[in-house]
């Protein structure tokens, strides 16, 4: 069964949250994918899958960043400081929202600022993999590089800023998919199923 024919199969899929907000300003075929949510929630890897499926170029932001600085986030972190780092994400949002056919996977805490969130909502058609604290923690806790974790409590840390970033995420997000303990190839199919139809892949690849 071809990928298309997969996805017209499926029934109506619990994971992905009812939400009808306003699309992107301009809607086409190379409208950019933007993928939001908390570090942790597979937007990378999800992201990658998805890329491949649509036949399109993927973009992690971070990854952005750190090549074109020469030296990781982390790092970046250390002598610049939060506001530096987002100030470099910010001026590279800007640039990357604006870039056709790519499927962009943004750092968890792009949305606190909000240029960002503006960029993101107006250029791009944006999906929130929303994933739990609980969830977070059990594929976060053995992370020793996250800049953010570096805390006596990161479990704590991990539920601040769910708290504090989930109604961002919303207010950004076109749709919302729950990630939960899902496989990668079903958040994947989750996501192209709520597609706008000028998004929809014509060709997938396997």
């Known amino acids: 069964m071809s990928a298309p024919e997969v996805i017209r199969s499926l029934p109506v899929l619990p994971?992905?949250?009812?939400?009808?907000?306003?699309?992107?300003?301009v809607l086409g075929p190379g409208t950019p994918l933007c993928l939001i949510?908390?570090?942790?929630?597979?937007k990378s890897t999800v992201g990658r899958r998805i890329a491949s499926l649509m036949g399109r170029t993927f973009v992690d932001a971070d990854r952005e960043i750190e090549s074109r600085c020469g030296v990781p986030v982390s790092t970046i972190f250390e002598l610049e400081g939060e506001e530096g780092f987002r100030r470099?994400?910010?001026?590279?949002i800007d640039e990357l929202t604006r870039r056709e056919g790519i499927v962009l996977a943004t750092g968890g805490g792009a949305v606190t600022v909000a240029q960002n969130r503006e960029f993101m909502r107006a250029r791009c058609f944006v999906i929130y993999l929303q994933a739990g604290a609980a969830e977070l923690w059990h594929r976060?806790?053995?992370?020793r590089v996250r800049?953010?974790?570096?805390?006596?409590?990161p479990r704590a840390r991990i539920l601040e800023l769910v708290n504090a970033r989930d109604p961002l995420y919303r207010e950004t997000a076109h749709r919302v998919?729950?990630?939960?303990?899902?496989?990668?190839?079903?958040t994947a199919l989750d996501i192209l199923a709520?597609?706008?139809?000028p998004l929809q892949p014509n060709r997938p690849q396997p």
Do not use: F, K, W
Request: glycine fraction near 6%.
């Open 147 to 153: 800049p953010l974790l570096q805390t006596a409590d």
């Open 140 to 143: 976060l806790r053995n992370d």
């Open 88 to 92: 470099r994400e910010s001026h590279l």
């Open 194 to 197: 709520v597609l706008p139809p």
């Open 37 to 42: 949510g908390m570090m942790g929630c597979g």
């Open 177 to 186: 998919v729950r990630t939960s303990r899902h496989p990668v190839e079903r």
């Open 15 to 25: 994971a992905i949250e009812p939400q009808a907000p306003a699309l992107p300003t």
